[in-house]
């Protein structure tokens, strides 16, 4: 398919400068929160783009040895002549060209950069890419406990649940199955949850927050008062109270919400309800070290 120059219009480098201050970036590891958040809460006079997948094309995890590495890591341990497109070698090459190509794209959808732009990705691994390329971006990180986590997308996997009906799955997961998937997630989970750590470190301190889902939804109003301070959105006490109100999952429709839907239950420790022991034990031998630097009990 052929593209028309004419159609395409570029950003001045101040443009782009005033865009990349108003990106606010929602990463998180799967089922963590990021719709209710990044496409919902976070919505009065902002615009909002709903899984770009951007992290994805820029860094997955695969398994490596019996744990996960970024597929970015791997391509560089094997790259000794440096042909990767990203390699280390080149990087202020494609960083300058990745930085354009990601600003002018935004604002090809929404067309203004005036406002905050909410970005949700909760996939893939691509989080110090975007933040090497865009510096100046907020990001807003959503811990949740690795253990509902899991639970969620066991359920989300199941005969009934939205991730198989979407897949065209026509069975159910029996018991090795779940295990085996509780596995290769929760290794996954480890993997993304330390790439996000190594992010913390690295990107400037005052752009950079994080919000525990349990937290948010146990003190919806006053924690998300503090993440509007964060991302310099103005917003009145009236106006936030009727954003949580409106959210709040115990308003969502009982058809729209329950087991096997993307809006579950949104309770914290549910887990402890839904897995078996054995479920249990396998999930902890993998993940209850992350946990504790998290700050979870074990």
Same mark, same amino acid.
């Given at each position: 398919?052929?593209?028309?120059?004419?159609?395409?219009?570029?950003?001045?480098?101040?443009?782009?400068?005033?865009?990349?201050?108003?990106?606010v970036?929602?990463?998180?590891?799967?089922?963590?929160?990021?719709t209710?958040?990044?496409? =919902?809460l &976070?919505?009065?006079n902002?615009? *909002?783009?709903?899984?770009?997948?951007?992290?994805?094309? /820029?860094? %997955?995890? #695969?398994?490596?040895n019996?744990?996960?590495k970024?597929?970015?890591?791997?391509?560089?341990?094997?790259?000794?002549?440096?042909?990767?497109?990203?390699?280390?070698?080149?990087?202020?090459t494609?960083?300058?060209?990745?930085?354009?190509?990601i600003?002018?794209?935004?604002v090809?959808?929404?067309?203004?950069?005036s406002?905050?732009?909410?970005?949700?990705?909760?996939?893939?691994?691509?989080?110090?890419?975007?933040? =090497?390329? &865009?510096?100046?971006s907020?990001? *807003?990180?959503?811990?949740?406990d690795?253990?509902?986590? /899991?639970? %969620?997308? #066991?359920?989300?996997?199941?005969?009934?649940?939205?991730?198989?009906?979407?897949?065209?799955r026509?069975?159910?997961?029996?018991?090795?199955q779940?295990?085996?998937?509780?596995?290769?997630?929760?290794?996954?989970?480890?993997?993304?949850?330390d790439?996000?750590?190594d992010?913390?470190?690295?990107h400037?301190?005052?752009?950079?927050?994080?919000?525990r889902y349990?937290?948010?939804?146990?003190?919806?109003?006053?924690?998300?008062k503090?993440?509007?301070?964060?991302?310099?959105?103005?917003?009145?006490d009236?106006?936030?109270?009727?954003?949580?109100?409106?959210?709040?999952?115990?308003?969502?429709?009982?058809?729209?919400k329950?087991?096997?839907?993307?809006?579950r239950?949104?309770?914290?420790?549910?887990?402890k309800?839904?897995?078996?022991?054995?479920?249990?034990k396998?999930?902890s031998?993998?993940?209850?070290?992350t946990?504790?630097?998290?700050?979870?009990?074990?």
């Amino acid at each position: 398919m052929l593209f028309s120059k004419s159609k395409i219009s570029s950003l001045t480098d101040k443009e782009e400068d005033r865009l990349e201050k108003n990106l606010v970036w929602i990463f998180a590891y799967m089922r963590s929160g990021t719709t209710w958040l990044g496409t =919902e809460l &976070l919505r009065h006079n902002s615009h *909002i783009i709903n899984e770009s997948n951007l992290c994805v094309h /820029l860094g %997955s995890t #695969l398994p490596s040895n019996n744990n996960f590495k970024t597929d970015y890591e791997m391509y560089h341990d094997r790259d000794k002549k440096h042909n990767y497109f990203f390699s280390y070698e080149y990087e202020d090459t494609w960083m300058y060209y990745l930085r354009k190509l990601i600003l002018n794209r935004i604002v090809a959808q929404v067309k203004d950069i005036s406002k905050k732009v909410i970005i949700k990705e909760p996939g893939g691994a691509g989080y110090l890419r975007i933040s =090497e390329c &865009l510096p100046k971006s907020k990001i *807003i990180w959503i811990i949740r406990d690795g253990r509902d986590v /899991l639970d %969620s997308i #066991l359920d989300a996997s199941n005969l009934e649940g939205w991730a198989s009906r979407q897949s065209g799955r026509i069975t159910g997961l029996g018991d090795q199955q779940k295990l085996n998937l509780i596995k290769a997630r929760g290794k996954d989970w480890v993997k993304k949850i330390d790439v996000l750590f190594d992010l913390q470190k690295k990107h400037e301190n005052s752009l950079f927050y994080t919000v525990r889902y349990e937290n948010l939804r146990r003190k919806t109003f006053e924690e998300l008062k503090k993440i509007y301070n964060f991302v310099d959105i103005e917003i009145s006490d009236e106006k936030l109270a009727e954003i949580v109100e409106r959210y709040e999952f115990d308003n969502i429709p009982e058809s729209k919400k329950g087991s096997g839907k993307p809006k579950r239950s949104a309770t914290p420790g549910k887990w402890k309800e839904n897995l078996s022991d054995k479920e249990i034990k396998e999930m902890s031998k993998i993940i209850n070290n992350t946990l504790k630097k998290l700050d979870y009990e074990v």
